[in-house]
């Protein structure tokens, strides 16, 4: 799994950079053809990974699966994304899916069979279910959302046909998974099923999103390669709009711990979360790019990200909506507005790869205020010295032995 050391993503969520309809009547058209368009983008920015969000059949928003072995009609059809991970592949880019096992819509064929054949049937098994009162069985769900309904992760079951999705798809091409909410599945499941899928498929790469908690025990335990370093994210936006960089260096410290054991999946946006330019600024944007290019782990761009794109995320229905946008037919189409951002991308990205140590680069306080923070970067012999400024307008340095490899603001 050496690529994995190699790999920088860029994440899309395909239904809606594709401007498919998540709500009311869905349609089907060819829409993974018009993300086939973007890979040069990707190559362009200097990324060689594509995560890719949910792309199965479900009821809505793409996590409320409803047939895992059919690509989703509104993004269209098995041709449409063999197409896509032939044309990825000839660009050197990987691809991961994203793998809604800890759930699925309340509409999917399993569940309903569940309820039709009541508590004695063979698929009561496969989930959680209170049939105490026989006219109104209940599932247990997700958080609280009744539309996405829990598996039972101790049945045989279900390990089987989750084994037999991973296998399917990487048998058709794809480079690994994302394990979205595997916080909330059993760590024993992952274990159990993980080294059936390896031994078909001995380089795939699994990473699992987790929030909080003890990510390196997570880790060994569950047999998953790496998680989503949210702490890393949370600390970095919070530290640049706070002005408290003590915040960063101490999850900085986590980080470093982390990296002993495993690499963690760095980000500083994602379809679930506000984007990084509205929290802090398009200026403060790039003192976090700058943190995540100059750290340890396996870094991802979030679509949009790079031309400083924003969008708040809000706790209602719809509430995605604005960080997950729809993109015009080619990059050419972009506004060009936010061009100055997506050249600083390039060029950290281009950083990054002149000094691919950085992927086990751990870091070391060298200044610390509330305002500033400069860090060395060091792996073995090999350093980079990182400035960061936020005392008055946000700036940023980059350097080497050599000299300034990269300088922002004034």
């Known amino acids: 799994m050496g690529w994995v050391e190699h790999v920088m993503f860029w994440h899309v969520y395909p239904l809606g950079f594709t401007g498919a309809p998540v709500r009311g009547e869905h349609d089907a058209a060819p829409r993974l053809r018009h993300l086939e368009g973007w890979l040069d983008h990707v190559v362009d920015l200097g990324l060689n990974g594509l995560l890719l969000g949910p792309v199965f059949a479900s009821q809505s928003h793409g996590y409320d699966s409803v047939d895992l072995h059919r690509i989703d009609p509104r993004l269209g059809t098995l041709d449409d994304f063999d197409a896509l991970v032939a044309a990825s592949h000839e660009r050197g880019v990987r691809v991961v899916l994203d793998g809604v096992f800890n759930h699925v819509g309340a509409g999917h064929p399993w569940a309903r069979r569940a309820l039709a054949e009541g508590p004695d049937g063979p698929y009561a098994r496969w989930f959680r279910i209170d049939w105490s009162d026989p006219a109104a069985p209940r599932?247990?769900?997700?958080?609280?959302?009744?539309?996405?309904?829990?598996?039972?992760?101790?049945?045989?079951?279900?390990?089987?046909?989750?084994?037999?999705v991973m296998t399917t798809w990487l048998d058709r091409g794809v480079d690994g998974w994302r394990l979205d909410a595997?916080?909330?599945?059993?760590?024993?499941?992952?274990?159990?099923?993980?080294?059936?899928?390896?031994?078909?498929?001995?380089?795939?790469?699994?990473?699992?999103?987790?929030?909080?908690?003890?990510?390196?025990?997570?880790?060994?335990?569950?047999?998953?390669?790496?998680?989503?370093?949210?702490?890393?994210?949370?600390?970095?936006?919070?530290?640049?709009?706070?002005?408290?960089?003590?915040?960063?260096?101490?999850?900085?410290?986590?980080?470093?711990?982390?990296?002993?054991?495993?690499?963690p999946a760095t980000f500083v946006g994602n379809h679930d979360v506000t984007r990084i330019a509205s929290r802090v600024g398009q200026e403060r944007a790039v003192l976090?790019?700058?943190?995540?290019?100059?750290?340890?782990?396996?870094?991802?761009?979030?679509?949009?990200?790079?031309?400083?794109?924003?969008?708040?995320?809000?706790?209602?229905?719809?509430?995605?909506?604005?960080?997950?946008?729809?993109?015009?037919?080619?990059?050419a189409d972009l506004p060009p507005d936010g061009a100055w951002v997506q050249d600083v991308h390039r060029e950290l990205v281009a950083l990054r790869r002149r000094h691919p140590w950085l992927v086990r680069a751990t870091t070391e306080a060298v200044e610390l205020t509330n305002t500033r923070y400069v860090y060395a970067a060091r792996a073995g012999d090999d350093v980079l010295h990182v400035e960061l400024d936020v005392t008055g307008s946000p700036r940023a340095t980059v350097r080497d032995a050599s000299g300034v490899l990269f300088t922002f603001g004034p």
């Open 139 to 164: 599932f247990d769900d997700f958080e609280g959302h009744s539309s996405l309904v829990a598996l039972n992760h101790d049945e045989p079951a279900v390990a089987d046909a989750v084994a037999d």
């Open 182 to 263: 595997a916080y909330a599945v059993p760590p024993r499941f992952w274990a159990g099923v993980l080294p059936r899928v390896r031994a078909a498929h001995p380089d795939a790469w699994f990473v699992g999103e987790v929030i909080h908690g003890d990510y390196a025990g997570i880790v060994a335990e569950s047999g998953i390669d790496s998680v989503t370093q949210y702490e890393l994210w949370k600390a970095t936006w919070s530290s640049l709009l706070d002005g408290n960089f003590y915040e960063l260096d101490w999850a900085l410290q986590r980080h470093a711990e982390f990296l002993a054991t495993f690499l």
């Open 288 to 331: 976090a790019l700058v943190v995540l290019l100059t750290v340890g782990g396996v870094p991802s761009v979030y679509y949009g990200d790079e031309r400083g794109l924003t969008g708040v995320k809000e706790d209602r229905l719809g509430g995605d909506d604005a960080v997950r946008p729809a993109m015009p037919a080619t990059p």
